[in-house]
């Protein structure tokens, strides 16, 4: 008789949020689901750890029968306690998401969401980060669990590639205006940044990021073209940065 599969789901919205409830939806399809998630929101931490501060971490109830805890950390510090401290072994999936809100192209490098997932491709475990192109803390996740089902089902039949994960993104449509999946490549896009400047009720100056997000990538092949054109994006994303290309023109500075 085959083991049943042991799923860790994680996020960056909090436990809290509607995306995650979702996530564990279809994830106990597939197995024994255990959570463990941010205790409150931790959007745009990236590959944060916590080292100056104690990590509390404390079981709840809000999932039912699924074992789940609040961790007072970030997202990535969510999969090393639960690898290390509560599941004390590696799952054979960590599920990151759903995450409020897209994170194709360069939002990949800021997003908790994703960074979980990556922080379980550099264990070795196959790992997805899952984002809905919606903000709205009530946003409707049906499309996104109709989606996560099937590529979680494929990634449980097929030999999974060792250190990458997947980043999927679904676009805000109803399940029957989304034409399908479409494997892509990050766009090239960024944040073209400014900063509020204000004054609080004591006279003090702070600063409010604000900006828009460009989109100068019009390749037909990129996640921001999937999901503009109505399909839900993958992108294989790997840990690794380094530019491969560029390694023997550096060498040919004699340095």
């Given amino acids: 008789m085959q083991e049943e599969k042991l799923i860790l789901v994680t996020n960056d919205d909090s436990v809290s949020a509607k995306g995650i409830h979702a996530l564990v939806e279809v994830a106990k399809k597939f197995g024994k689901v255990v959570v463990v ?17 104690p990590l509390r971490l404390n079981k709840i109830d809000l999932f039912g029968e699924v074992e789940s805890y609040a961790c007072s950390g970030t997202p990535v510090d969510c999969v090393k306690l639960a690898i290390f401290e509560v599941l004390h072994r590696k799952p054979d999936l960590i599920l990151s998401g759903v995450n409020h809100g897209e994170n194709s192209s360069t939002n990949v490098l800021y997003s908790g969401t994703m960074s979980a997932a990556i922080e379980g491709a550099m264990e070795g475990i196959s790992s997805i980060g899952f984002s809905l192109a919606d903000y709205d803390a009530d946003a409707d996740f049906s499309a996104t669990k109709h989606y996560a089902s099937i590529i979680i089902q494929k990634i449980f039949n097929v030999d999974f590639p ?11 449509l109803n399940l029957d205006e989304i034409k399908g999946i479409k494997i892509c490549k990050q766009a090239h896009a960024f944040w073209a940044d ?58 040919n500075w004699n340095l």
């Fill in 37 to 53: 998630a941010p205790d409150k929101p931790q959007s745009g931490m990236g590959h944060a750890i916590t080292i100056n501060h």
């Fill in 162 to 172: 060792k250190n990458i994960c997947l980043n999927v993104n679904v676009p805000k």
């Fill in 194 to 251: 400014r900063f509020d400047k204000r004054i609080d009720q004591f006279g003090r100056t702070y600063f409010w990021l604000t900006g828009e997000f460009s989109d100068v990538d019009k390749r037909p092949d990129t996640d921001l073209h999937a999901l503009k054109n109505g399909y839900v994006s993958i992108v294989p994303t790997l840990y690794d940065l380094t530019a491969y290309q560029e390694i023997d023109n550096f060498k």
